[in-house]
C-alpha cells in the first residue's frame, strides 16, 4: 500500500532524518584507519538509545537474509555495498565503506546511506561514490508533482551510464514512512515517462549503488552482506525524500562538513588531507 503522507507528518519524518544525518555524519567523522567496524556499530548503538529512537535493522528478518539482524547499522567495506553486517574487521588505509541506517522516532521513519574512503583516496574510488551521489542528486531532482516514477529510475541510470557503470535492479530505492519499507519500488534503472505519477506526500527512500566492473552480486555466508560477484569496489548514496507541492524536500540531508574523506555540500568527496 502507498499513503500519501500530510506536511504535518512529513515534518514528523525530518526528525528523524535529522537524526539519521546526524549518525551518518558521526560515523564518517570516527571511521579511520584502524578503527574496528564493531566500535562503530556500538557507537551508533549509544547514540540511538540517548536519543529515544528505535533501530529499523534490529529484528529484521526478511526474505532474502538470514534469521533477523542483529545489528543497528549496515556497514559494508571495499567491495560489499548493502547489507553490511557489522564484524570484527579493522579499517585499513584505502578502505571504501559504506554506512547505511534506518531508525524511527516518535513513530516515523528515515533511511540514508553514505560512502567515504578511509584514509588515503584512490581516485577511482572517488570517482565511483561521486557517480553515486550525482545519481542521487539527479534523481532528486525530478521527484516533482506530475512527473513518473520511472522518472526517478532513468535519472539514476542516465548518471550511471554517463560513467560507464552497469545497473543491478535485484535493489534499489523504497517508500517509506511508519516502517522502512512501503510501496513503491524504486529502481535504479527504468524508462522515463512510465509508472507510477508522482503526488505530493509521497515520501520515497532513493538509493544508487554501483560496483565499477558488474551488475551481479553475491552474498556472504552471513547471509546479509551483499558483494559486487567480481570482487571490484562499490558505492552506495541514499536520502529519505518527500515529494512536496514546491521543491523536492530532502529530509536526511547532512550539514556541510570539512573532513577530508567526506562529500562537500556538493556531493564531490575529496581525498584526505595529509
Not at 560512502?115 to 521527484?143: F, K, Q, S, Y
Not at 552471513?222 to 530532502?250: F, K, N, Q
Request: proline share 5%; glycine share 10%.
Amino acid at each position: 500500500m502507498i499513503e500519501l503522507k500530510t506536511p504535518a507528518e512529513i515534518q514528523r519524518m525530518h526528525v528523524a532524518g535529522r537524526f539519521v544525518a546526524e549518525v551518518l555524519s558521526e560515523v564518517g567523522r570516527l571511521a579511520d584507519v584502524g578503527v574496528n567496524l564493531l566500535d562503530l556499530e556500538h557507537h551508533v548503538r549509544g547514540m540511538i538509545k540517548r536519543r529515544g529512537a528505535e533501530s529499523c535493522y534490529w529484528d529484521y528478518a526478511p526474505s532474502f537474509g538470514r534469521g533477523p539482524f542483529r545489528n543497528v547499522i549496515c556497514l559494508s567495506v571495499n567491495d560489499a555495498v548493502l547489507h553490511g553486517l557489522p564484524h570484527d574487521y579493522t579499517l585499513r588505509d584505502g578502505d571504501v565503506l559504506s554506512a547505511d541506517l534506518a531508525v524511527s522516532v516518535d513513530g516515523w521513519v528515515a533511511d540514508s546511506a553514505r560512502t567515504v574512503v578511509v584514509g588515503t583516496a584512490a581516485e577511482e574510488d572517488l570517482r565511483i561514490i561521486r557517480a553515486t551521489e550525482e545519481a542521487l542528486e539527479a534523481a532528486i531532482e525530478v521527484a516533482r508533482p506530475g512527473n513518473r516514477l520511472g522518472d526517478i529510475s532513468a535519472a539514476i541510470w542516465a548518471v550511471a551510464h554517463d560513467y560507464g557503470y552497469p545497473v543491478n535492479t535485484e535493489f534499489g530505492g523504497h517508500g517509506i514512512g511508519r516502517t522502512m519499507h512501503e510501496g513503491p519500488h524504486v529502481s535504479n534503472r527504468g524508462r522515463a515517462g512510465r509508472g507510477l505519477k508522482l503526488r505530493p506526500g509521497l515520501t520515497l527512500a532513493l538509493e544508487p549503488w554501483f560496483a565499477r566492473t558488474t551488475d551481479r552480486i553475491v552474498y556472504d555466508p552471513d547471509g546479509w552482506t551483499i558483494r559486487s560477484a567480481d570482487g571490484s569496489r562499490t558505492a552506495h548514496s541514499e536520502h529519505t525524500v518527500a515529494i512536496t507541492e514546491d521543491a523536492p524536500l530532502v529530509l536526511t540531508r547532512r550539514e556541510p562538513e570539512n573532513s577530508a574523506t567526506r562529500a562537500d555540500p556538493a556531493g564531490r568527496p575529496a581525498a584526505k588531507d595529509a
